[in-house]
């Protein structure tokens, strides 16, 4: 066990030089909230635990580990993947432990070999190349972590449950793993709510509900009724009824039955890219994935779905001859029902696979048993399985090293995504970053065209024309007024999300800086253009920025955020910067109004440090009051 977590050590140390990418800026690098210091204060600390908006739930355990990374080591990419490499080696002896205690349920009598079957499972698990951005994606440490108390879940849940079946106690162990491993699970990422209908799973498979002496226990029933099925018919009832049915989902270029029938194939691509990876096709970015809008459009659709009835009915069929091999292919189709269903996701993750390619590499841990377990058939069995562990580690760290240096990263990745507009626009970013920005460098040529290039890519959003927008102005180049033109348009194509709001922040930002000297009808314009889908709080809160502080009118700016409050009314920067601007102007009952506002927001007192900075602001603003301050 010490060799092989040195040996994932090696592997994913590979690439520890690598940078932030994608995900990992709006929330870790322009997340200002998580970088505190040891001495801020327990407060500061609450905050920076709350500060993401990436789920309802906020996901405090995560973020907090970020915002102890911070304050540690900086906002240092290095720093923070190498404790995703710690928590993906914990992990790796979690599944170790959680393979070796499913097969002495199936097979009590050959301990030693169990230990080396479930050390081979947690290898090819932890050396998978799909596993690599569960690692080194900085940011899916959300996804890890929570699967450090899914893995930890099942192991207590088996734990207490051998002894319910032996000795008729057990419950302390079972419920901490099947209720307490869930709710610090659900902390890091909601994944964690899988943790029960995975040891739903095994009571299927393997334990069938028994008990003392065999009997069936009514009070597993019970417990599962409480915390699944109960929970789940609650979350279908608040979910399902807001799904569009003939229409596509807000934001997203497909609807249900388009996203179901994709999925479907999604599911597929997952299934080869685990069992068979090739570095060709393994990537970050996956919006070039082809949307099915038929059974036959395209053909696989179809096939996809007749292959998953029919592993469906092979775990069912296996149940009783190879339990662990039904397990684990339901395991692989649970571990997808949050993310491959309903839920209007994006349709492709790699790192969506943590558990479910642990699931997958269960079912080949049973021919290995069979295999292993006759003695002409040992030996060659143990030479397959070692050679899939030094194809997968090989592949692992050949895939490490692309993620090695921010330009590399982005080259491979746009060379094999051509179509992907956010490859093609990391690449053109990463060559932007490299040019200063100064006319006499080398890569600006090569940047603008590159960014040209990201802009006629099939569902491009508005930052390559943006980012053209502020490269040109910023090395006092002019720009060209065909992307002003293709940055509206994107806007007007694109309902808001993450990539147009950047693309807004952006300019609005070099403008502030007076790094950029932009046109005030066309930055006009590319609001109108933003809003044209509805009044989206995020961009209102944008213009009123540039309202403010570049047209200085304040009263505009004023009405924009006040709006933007109205729409959000649980998002604190909104509060926070009505507070500034009306102590500002001089309505300090309209500002405290809004420092009360705050308050009620963070229900634990985590936004109670920045009231009362606020509070202080106002102080200084009624000793020295300047009404034209903006």
Not at 538 to 564: K, M, R
Request: charged share 15%.
């Amino acid at each position: 066990m010490l060799g092989l977590l040195a040996l994932v050590a090696a592997v994913y140390a590979t690439g520890l030089g690598g940078g932030f990418v994608f995900d990992d800026y709006p929330n870790i690098v322009h997340n200002t909230r998580l970088q505190v210091h040891w001495d801020s204060g327990w407060r500061a600390w609450l905050a920076a635990a709350f500060s993401s908006n990436s789920s309802i739930l906020q996901r405090p355990l995560a973020s907090l580990s970020f915002a102890l990374n911070i304050a540690a080591a900086g906002l240092d990419p290095g720093w923070m993947k190498l404790t995703n490499i710690a928590i993906h080696m914990l992990n790796t002896c979690l599944v170790f432990g959680l393979a070796r205690r499913l097969l002495a349920v199936i097979d009590k009598p050959d301990a030693s070999r169990h230990d080396r079957i479930a050390l081979w499972v947690a290898a090819i698990w932890a050396l998978n190349p799909i596993n690599l951005t569960a690692v080194l994606f900085v940011v899916q440490r959300m996804e890890s972590l929570s699967h450090t108390f899914v893995f930890l879940g099942l192991c207590l849940y088996l734990d207490g449950r051998q002894q319910l079946i032996a000795q008729g106690k057990g419950w302390t162990r079972l419920l901490a793993g099947l209720i307490g491993c869930t709710i610090v699970g659900l902390t890091a990422k909601e994944s964690a709510l899988l943790l029960p209908l995975y040891a739903l799973c095994i009571e299927w498979a393997l334990l069938r509900f028994r008990g003392l002496n065999g009997q069936r226990d009514w009070r597993l029933w019970a417990a599962y009724m409480l915390v699944l099925v109960l929970p789940g018919l609650f979350g279908l009832a608040w979910l399902l009824p807001s799904l569009p049915v003939d229409e596509h989902f807000p934001g997203r270029d497909f609807g249900l039955i388009e996203r179901l029938m994709t999925e479907a194939r999604v599911l597929m691509s997952y299934l080869r890219w685990t069992l068979l990876p090739d570095l060709g096709q393994l990537s970050l970015y996956h919006d070039d994935y082809l949307v099915s809008r038929g059974l036959l459009a395209p053909a696989s659709t179809l096939l996809s779905l007749l292959i998953i009835a029919a592993l469906l009915v092979a775990a069912v069929l296996l149940r009783r001859r190879w339990p662990l091999a039904a397990l684990g292919i339901v395991w692989f189709f649970c571990a997808h029902l949050l993310t491959a269903t309903v839920v209007p996701l994006e349709l492709v993750y790699e790192h969506r696979n943590y558990f479910s390619s642990f699931a997958l590499f269960l079912v080949l841990g049973v021919p290995l048993q069979f295999a292993t377990g006759r003695i002409g058939q040992r030996n060659g069995a143990w030479a397959i399985a070692l050679l899939l562990v030094v194809l997968y580690g090989s592949l692992a760290t050949l895939r490490a090293r692309e993620w090695s240096n921010p330009l590399l990263h982005s080259m491979t990745e746009a060379a094999r995504h051509p179509a992907s507009p956010r490859a093609t626009y990391g690449l053109a970013w990463d060559l932007v970053v490299l040019s200063d920005y100064s006319p006499e460098s080398p890569y600006l040529k090569p940047a603008l065209a590159a960014l040209e290039r990201a802009m006629q890519v099939d569902g491009a959003t508005p930052l390559p024309a943006a980012t053209a927008i502020i490269a040109a102005s910023r090395s006092g180049l002019p720009a060209n007024p065909h992307w002003w033109d293709n940055l509206q348009d994107r806007l007007r194509d694109t309902p808001p999300g993450p990539q147009p709001r950047s693309a807004l922040a952006s300019l609005v930002n070099c403008s502030l800086q007076h790094h950029c000297n932009l046109p005030a009808p066309e930055m006009r314009a590319m609001f109108a253009a933003a809003l044209s889908h509805g009044r989206d709080p995020e961009v209102l809160s944008i213009q009123g920025n540039y309202a403010l502080n570049t047209l200085g009118d304040p009263s505009l700016a004023a009405q924009l955020w006040e709006e933007a409050a109205r729409l959000a009314p649980n998002v604190a920067e909104y509060q926070i910067t009505l507070a500034r601007l009306y102590f500002a102007s001089g309505q300090p009952e309209r500002a405290h109004a809004s420092i009360e506002e705050l308050r009620r927001m963070g229900k634990l007192g985590q936004n109670e440090l920045l009231a009362r900075e606020l509070e202080q602001l106002g102080e200084q603003a009624a000793a020295f009051p300047q009404p034209n301050r903006h």
